[in-house]
């Protein structure tokens, strides 16, 4: 059986008034990559909700996939603690087949660690717990046979620097270097805590699965493999010291990907691979081929600047094909 598994941040898809490029414009564009994606487990990021909060829908997703196969497949969402979708960045997962379990993982569950601000106008008082507001998606997949998928559905949080009281004069300017270098630091933190999530979560799997089990975990990392997040998720041998984890470790499927071409964003002329797919070594043995949907990746950071005005998304899909016999 030929099992296609892909990941791909749609880049604040949305519809309704304001929003640029209108939706029609983007499907235009995205439900052909979609088509061609060709996944039977797709991971979706950045799926905006539209509507008011306690009627809040999906629908601007329903429209890009109407017409494909993906209108039918099996569908879990990332939900806010009243159950309703979130106003930004849902998790969606796709799969042609039956999701038996699904859980959100969200940041309450996990360590976290106090902060007290040092740049923050007025002084920062206390020092509180960080909240990433961005929670996992983990679903358990019936393939079949006995088979089950564990598959985590990420987004970590971005390199933007996170906001400090008092020290922006707008969206995009800073009072001053110090306070943008703790945005920063407080965003990396939120990043490799989320990271931390992630590898507990699969440790826990290990756990109760044993070592055998089909792992993947698959979204926008916002970092590259050789960053502390994706090192902290895969558990490289080299890193803990312990060869008796090497059957716990994550493998990143781009790495069948050559070099030149594996990147997932392109950023002031150099290419990124912030997006992955990493499979636990039970499912890395059926991997075939990885792919980078790439040809046509816009220059994210220019010419305008504005993550609006390309109508396509500005993250490349990946997709990983496995022969599960």
Request: hydrophobic fraction near 40%.
């Amino acid at each position: 059986m030929t099992l296609r598994l892909a990941t791909f941040n749609l880049e604040n898809l949305d519809d309704g008034a304001g929003v640029s490029p209108p939706l029609a414009e983007r499907i235009a564009i995205m439900r052909p990559q979609l088509e061609r994606i060709a996944a039977d487990i797709i991971c979706l990021q950045e799926v905006h909700g539209q509507g008011p909060a306690a009627s809040r829908t999906l629908d601007a997703l329903d429209q890009l996939l109407a017409g494909t196969p993906y209108a039918t497949y099996h569908r879990k969402t990332t939900l806010t603690t009243t159950n309703q979708f979130y106003d930004q960045r849902n998790l969606v997962t796709l799969s042609r087949f039956p999701i038996t379990d699904t859980q959100i993982i969200r940041d309450s569950s996990g360590p976290r660690p106090r902060y007290q601000m040092a740049t923050a106008s007025p002084a920062d008082a206390t020092a509180d717990l960080l909240e990433w507001e961005r929670p996992l998606l983990y679903t358990q997949i019936d393939l079949g046979a006995g088979r089950t998928l564990h598959l985590i559905n990420v987004h970590l949080k971005s390199k933007l620097a996170s906001s400090i009281p008092g020290q922006k004069i707008n969206n995009y300017t800073w009072r001053s270097v110090s306070a943008w270098a703790e945005g920063s630091f407080i965003s990396s933190m939120k990043r490799v805590g989320q990271a931390l999530q992630a590898r507990m979560l699969i440790d826990a799997i290990f756990d109760a699965m044993g070592t055998g089990a089909m792992i993947g975990i698959a979204g926008d990392f916002n970092a590259e493999a050789d960053e502390v997040p994706l090192r902290a998720i895969c558990g490289p041998v080299e890193e803990t010291g312990n060869p008796a984890h090497a059957a716990r470790i994550m493998i990143p499927c781009e790495n069948n990907v050559p070099e030149s071409a594996r990147y997932s964003l392109y950023h002031l002329g150099k290419g990124n691979m912030l997006d992955h797919i990493l499979v636990s070594r039970p499912l890395l043995r059926h991997l075939r081929n990885a792919e980078i949907h790439n040809e046509a990746l816009p220059d994210e950071s220019g010419p305008f600047r504005q993550d609006t005005q390309f109508p396509e998304s500005d993250h490349a899909p990946v997709v990983a094909e496995f022969d599960i016999s």
